[in-house]
């Protein structure tokens, strides 16, 4: 299993930027891909962003050409680096790990969540 510690939400001006940060810890060598998923009041979790393994990234068309996923595999860490935020991408933002249980199957994990908010 793998623990995920998320950092670095908060409260940023339309037009700012914010980093978020993703540690994992446990049995990284386990973990597939990992990515953002954002939760809005009211509204479902929807994705954000994902990086693979190997380092192939997928993003929501809503935040692309503005968010960019990364990761650091010595530190097993991914960012996300939000830039012309907005108030429409406030929201709660978690961290995901999809986890190899066994060779034909996975699990998600999540982390605790970190608020952002973009004040108009």
């Known amino acids: 299993q793998v623990q995920l510690v998320e950092s670095g939400g908060g409260l940023v001006q339309a037009g700012g930027s914010l980093r978020l940060s993703c540690a994992a810890s446990g049995s990284t060598s386990r973990i597939n891909s990992m990515g953002w998923y954002r939760q809005a009041p009211g509204k479902q979790r929807e994705l954000a962003a994902t990086?693979?393994?190997?380092?192939?990234?997928n993003y929501a068309d809503s935040v692309k050409g503005r968010f960019t996923i990364s990761r650091d595999a010595a530190k097993n860490t991914v960012y996300l680096q939000m830039n012309s935020l907005k108030p429409e991408d406030t929201a709660v933002y978690y961290c995901n790990a999809d986890y190899r249980t066994t060779p034909w199957g996975t699990r998600d994990y999540w982390g605790q969540g970190t608020q952002v908010t973009v004040s108009s």
């Open positions: 990086i693979t393994s190997g380092g192939s990234t």
